[in-house]
């Protein structure tokens, strides 16, 4: 079974810090690595892509990828409340033949405090 | 434009009803998902189609049946639906289904929310 692991949370941080958000999978092949950002009965929304080793940076949000540790994180500089929301850990992961598809971790809940 | 649309926004049905979630986007795509998504769960895969085939069925029960009519629409067809079937049911599109990173990139709808009472 290939699988995505993220840390439940809930997360709780205070507006300004910066929130640090964990993410392992286990498929050693897996190429592509997604962060979605969903809000409370909202549909997910697209944060991150990430398919090299080391950090990609937009705004206040970088992605981190450790393809040796199997291991992707996502870092929130300057957190707003704007920003509570869970954040879903997606791993493109080969079905069988040229078949893919998105595995998703069950998704940290962010909380950030005004 | 990353517009995935999704109708109706919101469906009550009754366990004998039938009726169709509808998907559209204009973006080009041509690989679709339909995902069902419980209250605190994350986006469970449903089906695939890529190039309007069936791709991938996540072994899901035939009282859905999914289609693809053009590679622009995918529709989802419910029948005899139970009350553990509520759920927000999301569809998503993305430039392919293999090959280059960026055409992997999946594109949500904002979901219809489905009741069976």
């Known amino acids: 079974q290939k699988e995505v692991e993220q840390n439940s949370g809930p997360l709780s941080v205070p507006e300004g810090a910066i929130a640090s958000l964990n993410c392992t999978y286990s498929d050693r092949v897996s190429q592509s690595f997604f962060w979605y950002r969903q809000y409370s009965g909202k549909s997910p929304e697209l944060i991150m892509s990430i398919y090299s080793n080391g950090d990609k940076e937009d705004g206040r949000f970088t992605a981190q990828l450790n393809k040796a540790s199997q291991y992707v994180s996502l870092l929130i500089r300057d957190s707003q409340p704007s920003d509570s929301a869970t954040y879903l850990c997606a791993v493109r992961i080969n079905s069988g033949g040229s078949n893919y598809k998105l595995t998703f971790g069950k998704g940290t809940l962010l909380t950030v405090n005004p | 434009d990353t517009e995935v649309t999704q109708t109706p926004k919101h469906l009550v049905m009754g366990m004998t009803n039938k009726k169709s979630l509808k998907c559209e986007q204009h973006m080009g795509h041509r690989a679709m998902y339909w995902y069902k998504q419980k209250a605190k769960k994350p986006p469970e895969l449903m089906f695939v189609?890529?190039?309007?085939?069936?791709?991938i069925n996540e072994s899901v029960p035939s009282r859905f049946s999914p289609e693809c009519p053009n590679s622009s629409l995918l529709n989802l067809h419910l029948h005899a639906l139970q009350p553990e079937d509520s759920a927000l049911y999301l569809c998503?599109?993305?430039?392919?289904?293999?090959?280059?990173?960026?055409?992997?990139?999946?594109?949500f709808g904002a979901g219809t929310r489905l009741s069976v009472l």
């Open positions: 998503a599109s993305s430039q392919g289904l293999a090959g280059g990173l960026a055409k992997n990139i999946q594109y």
């Open positions: 189609y890529s190039y309007e085939k069936l791709s």
